[in-house]
């Protein structure tokens, strides 16, 4: 287990109320149910001052959220560097997992394991590893991608709504999940036509 000692103290939950969502903080850590003696790096997950007497919630580099009761001594709390606190173990990442859709022009098993050998050169044969692959062939067409509210404006021109395009290649949005309150709109693509006089 990768860990470095950081000098820090442990806030109070006024203190905490105080931070915002860019502050660098630490808290107790557990991955997957296994119990760790030490701290994650971590940020809240929304500004302090909307505490509303419930916990505050901090999100871990790693992704996990923690619920935290900062003056609850029983629990770990909040803490932050502080040069003249007192020394804790905080966990270090071992890399990143990237998950990503990846799109390949043209592509065939053999791109894909040019892809995939050069990746390994360039990090080591036994670092880069296939933990999920799709492949899905890209039919060559594209689209108008929008996203549009769910309950638009009562307006006798439907021209005019609110809409804000995304992307032109439908496959994408296999990847993708609408707004809160916002659906997806799928249109034929019209090439954009720039009628403005040139001299």
């Known amino acids: 287990m990768n860990t470095k000692k950081v000098t820090a103290r442990r806030l109070t939950a006024e203190e905490v109320s105080e931070l915002g969502l860019q502050e660098d903080i ?49 629990e770990r709390g909040i803490w932050v560097a502080d040069e003249a606190g007192e020394e804790i173990e905080v966990l270090q990442s071992a890399g990143v997992l990237l998950n990503l859709a990846l799109f390949v022009p043209g592509g065939d098993n053999e791109s894909l394991e040019s892809l995939y050998t050069a990746a390994r050169e360039a990090f080591g044969a036994g670092l880069v590893q296939r933990w999920n ?35 032109i290649y439908p496959t994408r949005v296999r990847f993708m999940e609408p707004s809160a309150g916002w659906r997806f709109v799928v249109e034929p693509h019209k090439e954009t036509i720039d009628n403005t006089p040139t001299i």
């Open 26 to 74: 630490f808290v107790s850590v557990d991955i997957d149910d296994l119990p760790l003696d030490c701290y994650a790096p971590a940020s809240l997950t929304k500004p302090g001052k909307y505490f509303d007497g419930g916990s505050f919630t901090a999100r871990t580099i790693f992704g996990k959220e923690v619920h935290i009761l900062p003056d609850n001594a029983e």
């Open 133 to 167: 692959e799709e492949v899905v062939a890209v039919p060559d067409v594209k689209v108008d991608l929008f996203e549009e509210p769910t309950r638009g404006r009562k307006n006798t021109n439907n021209q005019i709504r609110d809409r804000r395009a995304l992307d």
